[in-house]
C-alpha cells in the first residue's frame, strides 16, 4: 500500500522560510516523480515544483523558482521542498504526488497523493 505523508507546514511571516517533507512507502519509488502541489480556497489544484526519483532532474513553477527548491533523500525516501522568502500568496495546502510516467505538469496525471500539509504566510 503506497503511503504518502506531507509533514512540516505551518503558520509563517511574510519573508520567512518552511521546509516541507513528503515520507514515501510501500513500494520502490527509483523510477517515479515525486511532486509537489498546492491548493488555495476557491482555486484550482496547481503544480509547484517536482523531482526525478532516479536522476535529480528537478522542474520548478515561475511561482517558485529561485525561492523554493526540492530535494530527496534516497536513505529517508524522502523528498524535500525548502521554501524561502514565503509570500501571502503562497498561502495553501501542500500536497506530494508520485507519478510513475515520468514527469507532468497536470496533477490528474499523478498516481498517488498525500493528504495535504497547510502552509499560512501571514503579512
Known amino acids: 500500500q503506497v503511503q504518502l505523508i506531507e509533514s512540516g507546514g505551518g503558520l509563517v511571516q511574510a519573508g520567512g522560510s518552511l521546509r516541507l517533507s513528503c515520507k514515501a512507502s510501500?513500494?520502490?519509488?527509483?523510477?517515479?516523480?515525486m511532486g509537489w502541489f498546492r491548493q488555495a480556497p476557491g482555486k484550482e489544484r496547481e503544480f509547484v515544483s517536482a523531482?526525478?526519483?532516479?536522476?535529480?532532474?528537478?522542474w520548478y513553477a515561475g511561482s517558485g523558482k529561485g525561492r523554493f527548491t526540492i530535494s530527496r533523500d534516497n536513505a529517508k525516501n524522502t523528498v524535500y521542498l525548502q521554501m524561502n522568502s514565503l509570500k501571502p500568496e503562497d498561502t495553501a495546502v501542500y500536497y506530494c504526488?508520485?507519478?510513475?510516467?515520468?514527469?507532468?505538469?497536470?496533477?490528474?496525471?499523478?498516481?498517488?497523493w498525500g493528504q495535504g500539509t497547510q502552509v499560512t504566510v501571514s503579512s
Open positions: 523531482i526525478d526519483w532516479s536522476s535529480g532532474g528537478t
Open positions: 510501500g513500494r520502490t519509488f527509483n523510477s517515479y516523480t
Open positions: 504526488a508520485a507519478n510513475s510516467d515520468g514527469f507532468y505538469w497536470s496533477p490528474g496525471e499523478y498516481d498517488y
